[in-house]
């Protein structure tokens, strides 16, 4: 019996882990290129950030790690960014690199579109020997991993003094990820759509931020809406994830402080019903940013991103 529960975990999480799907985070504001590459040097500052988020499952822990960096060059109306993000789940790993390039058209006094491209790396590898060990069979320590494969994405946001929306289609080749590079319908990475939208509004001293992120990749489908309040250096947010296939319901509570040149922001997902396979999910950022000594008054969205989770 003791040797059944590994391959039964496996063949439980397994499926979680290898849907054709990208990660999800809580703090989308955090690395903001993930989820559209024309926020690539919106803030016209320089940024570097670091993102953890750790899913507690069945045996072992599903941990995503995003680190980025990018930079706005309004003089140029452009901005650039790179990111590294890397999921893992003991046999399972993978691992993304994409360079963002977005440009700034001016549509009026108090509106602008921006247009971002990202181009970039992934590899999906997983070690046989582990779950050979699991299961109690010989482990012949045997890891296999796809090729580096290339991977695009575009993206459009539009703002204004008060609101943002912003739509992104990422996977647009919809590369195949087949461990033996026999194309499987199974293994194709799907094109993902990001919906973002949302605004910031001043009441009696506090800065609200309702919020909304939804995402469409394949059969998977998350809405997240949310909303969050700051009060001078300090910010407290909710939201409620729902999701389908794998199905979640979670209310995701964070808590923000924002000083002169560092960000950092934890949140949990608190979930609403229990799988069995999760309790719950704990994501960390730390945000550097240097702010470019300029004039960013006919654009308050700048200051508003600045400080947003």
């Known amino acids: 019996m003791k040797r059944l529960k590994p391959l039964l975990l496996f063949f439980l999480v397994i499926p979680f882990l290898t849907k054709a799907q990208d990660p999800s985070f809580t703090q989308i504001f955090e690395t903001p290129m993930y989820y559209n590459p024309a ?6 500052n320089f940024r570097t950030g670091l993102q953890l988020r750790l899913q507690p ?8 790690v995003a680190a980025s960096a990018d930079v706005g060059m309004p003089k140029i109306n452009s901005g650039a960014g790179i990111m590294f993000t890397s999921s893992s789940y003991g046999f399972y790993t993978s691992t993304t690199i994409g360079g963002f390039y977005a440009y700034q058209i001016k549509l009026n006094t108090n509106s602008f579109l921006r247009l971002g491209i990202n181009a970039g790396l992934f590899q ?16 012949p320590n045997a890891v296999q991993a796809t090729p580096f494969i290339p991977n695009f994405g575009v993206g ?3 703002y204004n003094d008060k ?4 739509l992104a289609v990422y996977n647009l080749t919809q590369p195949d990820q087949s461990i033996d590079g026999v194309l499987d319908p199974n293994a194709t990475l799907y094109r993902r759509y990001d919906l973002q939208f949302g605004g910031f509004f ?20 998350q809405a997240l809406p ?10 407290l947010g909710t939201a409620v994830r729902i999701q389908a296939n794998p199905n979640v319901e979670s209310l ?31 994501e960390l950022t730390l945000i550097l940013q240097m702010n470019k000594p300029h004039d960013t008054t006919e654009k308050p969205m700048i200051g508003f991103m600045r400080g947003a989770y």
């Open 39 to 44: 926020f690539a040097g919106f803030q016209e």
């Open 202 to 221: 001043k009441a009696s001293g506090i800065l609200l931020n309702p919020n909304l992120l939804v995402v469409s990749q394949g059969t998977f489908f």
């Open 163 to 166: 609101v943002y929306l912003g």
């Open 57 to 64: 499952l069945v045996g072992n822990a599903y941990v995503t």
């Open 156 to 158: 459009a946001l539009y």
């Open 226 to 235: 949310g909303i969050s309040a700051s009060i001078g250096a300090f910010t």
């Open 252 to 282: 995701n509570l964070l808590f923000g402080f924002t000083g002169a040149k560092v960000k950092f922001c934890y949140s949990y997902d608190l979930s609403l019903f229990n799988t069995g396979l999760s309790e719950g999910v704990h």
């Open 124 to 139: 999906r590898a997983y070690d046989y020997g582990v779950i050979d060990t699991l299961s109690a069979k010989n482990a």
